[in-house]
């Protein structure tokens, strides 16, 4: 299994231009989750997902944008990148029907944006 | 609100000696509380985490943590620190065991002096 990867590790943004943040898992899970980290910020939780289909907003989830067609893929979209929106996003991923691993959140490497 | 809050934001420690981080929440919901660790420029490992039973938990590199819920804490301990054990540290609570949609705590970063 490669786990929760995500694509790209470094990206350099425009203020206004879109891109969107991959990530992907391998293990069947039903929950994904999307968290930026700043510093001395923590974690805050943007938007999660408990199915493919099925999405809703976290703490901060002004400006992205989740979608969830399939159960592997959970695609981050930032619409109109501002300067605020420079941070490391961090991809997270729960809970296979399948495993007896029902209680473990892996997280994938981060991506690490500039909006200049 | 659904908040975690850590209150020390750093904590220097001399090898060998204990080491207790604190770790209060504010959750509407039975709580699903746990501790994560993460070095400099990596992703987040999970220590532990406490869903229901014994108040106090287990985790991995020799950390527990207690559970009281009438203090609203989950604080974690470890008996005597290694200089490998210097990271930042955070807590998180969530609505159920499988650790999805988290809110966290600002974190601890722990220094270890020799």
């Known amino acids: 299994n490669a786990g929760v990867t995500q694509t790209p590790k470094f990206q350099v943004l425009k203020t206004g231009q879109s891109m969107t943040l991959q990530c992907a898992q391998d293990?069947?899970?039903?929950?994904m989750s999307w968290y930026r980290q700043d510093p001395g910020m923590g974690l805050r939780l943007i938007h999660y997902?408990?199915?493919?289909?099925?999405?809703d907003q976290g703490e901060v989830p002004n400006g992205y944008n989740v979608s969830r067609s399939t159960t592997e893929d959970f695609p981050l979209r930032l619409l109109s990148a501002a300067p605020s929106q420079t941070s490391v996003y961090f991809c997270a991923s729960s809970y296979s029907r399948t495993s007896s691993d029902t209680d473990t959140q892996y997280f994938g490497p981060g991506t690490r944006l500039t909006v200049l | 609100a659904q908040s975690v809050t850590q209150p020390d934001i750093h904590i220097t420690v001399s090898e060998g000696a204990s080491l207790e981080l604190r770790c209060n929440y504010s959750y509407g919901a039975t709580p699903y509380l746990f501790w994560y660790v993460q070095s400099p420029g990596q992703g987040l490992q999970l220590l532990l985490k406490y869903f229901s039973g014994d108040t106090l938990v287990q985790g991995i590199k020799g950390f527990e943590a207690e559970f009281k819920r009438s203090q609203s804490s989950f604080n974690l301990r470890k008996p005597s620190v290694h200089w490998s054990d210097a990271a930042e540290y955070f807590c998180a609570v969530g609505p159920n065991q499988a650790g999805t949609a988290l809110i966290f705590g600002k974190g601890t970063t722990l220094s270890v002096s020799s």
């Open positions: 997902s408990v199915g493919a289909g099925i999405t």
């Open positions: 293990m069947n899970h039903e929950y």
